[in-house]
């Protein structure tokens, strides 16, 4: 760092931006976090998140949180099913433990547990709760106003965008936007599935199962105290439960529809969408262009999904945003002069975020493919155990 430290702000307390600035304070550089939450906890963090150990472990070892995480996390299921509409299975891996990597290569943990470890990690006052950034004001040499949605501004030398999907700082550096995919997922879940749910716990397995036919899939994940997450993904308008007449708060009348959508599928799988806990969530897909490039602009950088936004499939993105937060603050404790610690993390950063989503892009045109799933079966049997 240059002998005057600069004023850093990072947009967005979600695990890229909180890794970015543990990572920062760990080698004594003062940053600011701005989140438009009203509080830690005004949003519950509810759901596990599923981590790739390749991307998450170098930045927990860099934010000094690898025994700390470990002590929260727990392997993921290593079982992966690939079925058919019939309910035929085409594809079974079951790894022994002879075969299974020590440490697992995928882990997950409650996203609360997660959010906690970091903010935890932080010194008091680092985040700040309740500033939504409504715009930023080049003033000139890199630095940038930022001003917020109170009213108040402030002015900083270097202003990182880990502010997600809909970024305000990405419109800063680039033009592009995230366009809807073309594919839906509506998420389910079932509670206590071996109990209250046995077959559909058998079905799915111990780890993940997905079970597609001609652009439509049904995917299932293990979780924690025998939780199984549902997504029901297939091709259409994101307006889709519009056009059918239905509204999301109606339990019976999305159900109904997403029978329809499967109409055909056998009556295991149909169980899915039937016997589900709880209600139906709307998830639509979005993406940023592939590869998502800007021009390197003093004063401002992006990580996360304001920098790649991908679909979350085969590529865990919260993994991805740490390893982005831990690999620019390591850039910046590194170079004397932080505008060229920012283009190095750039120039690093464009190539991994590319074959990130790239890979993403595949396994979801793979999965909804008119011949699927031909695609997904191929890539799992060439798939290194």
């Given amino acids: 760092m240059t002998p005057t430290t600069p004023r850093i702000a990072i947009i967005g307390a979600g695990p890229g931006g909180l890794t970015c600035a543990r990572v920062l304070q760990r080698n004594d550089v003062p940053v600011t976090v701005f989140d438009h939450d ?3 906890g005004a949003r519950p963090q509810r759901g596990a998140l599923e981590l790739h150990m390749t991307t ?5 070892r860099a934010a000094g949180l690898h025994e700390e995480f470990a002590a929260l996390a727990r392997p993921a299921g290593q079982e992966v099913r690939l079925l058919d509409h019939t309910a035929t299975v085409l594809f079974q891996y079951a790894p022994t433990p002879a075969s299974t990597p020590a440490p697992a290569d995928r882990c997950e943990t409650d996203r ?5 470890l970091l903010l935890d990690s932080l010194t008091p006052e680092t985040v700040r709760w309740g500033s939504y950034l409504r715009t930023l004001h080049p003033l ?3 630095r940038h106003r930022a001003e917020f949605d109170d009213g108040h501004t402030e002015t900083f030398d270097l202003v990182i965008g880990a502010d997600g999907s809909w970024s305000r700082v990405r419109p800063m550096l680039s033009e592009a936007t995230p366009h809807y995919t073309g594919v839906t997922f509506v998420e389910s879940g079932f509670e206590d599935a071996d109990t209250r749910h046995p077959e559909v716990a058998r079905l799915v397995g111990a780890g993940r199962m997905r079970a597609e036919s001609a652009g439509r899939a049904l995917i299932a994940r293990r979780e924690r105290h025998g939780r199984i997450r549902l997504y029901a993904a297939f091709r259409g308008s994101q307006d889709w439960a519009l056009e059918a007449g239905v509204r999301m708060t109606d339990t019976e009348a999305v159900r109904a529809v997403l029978l329809d959508r499967f109409a055909g599928w056998d009556e295991r799988l149909l169980a899915l969408l039937r016997d589900n806990d709880g209600g139906f969530a709307h998830r639509p897909l979005f993406a940023l262009p592939v590869p998502h490039i800007w021009t390197h602009t003093p004063g401002l950088t992006l990580l996360g999904d304001a920098a790649h936004l991908i679909p979350p499939f085969v590529v865990p993105g919260a993994g991805l945003a740490m390893l ?3 690999e620019l603050a390591r850039a910046l404790t590194g170079h004397r002069d932080p505008d060229e610690a920012v283009r190095a993390y750039e120039a690093a950063l464009r190539p991994r975020a590319t074959e990130a989503a790239e890979r993403a892009a595949r396994g979801l045109a793979e999965a909804l493919a ?3 799933p031909r695609g997904s079966l191929r890539h799992l049997r060439h798939r290194p155990r």
Wanted: one cysteine or more; glycine letters at 14%.
């Fill in 112 to 116: 609360d547990e997660l959010r906690r």
């Fill in 56 to 60: 998450c472990q170098p930045a927990l």
């Fill in 370 to 372: 008119p011949d699927a």
């Fill in 38 to 40: 009203a509080a830690a």
């Fill in 140 to 142: 000139g040499d890199g």
């Fill in 324 to 326: 982005d937060g831990a």
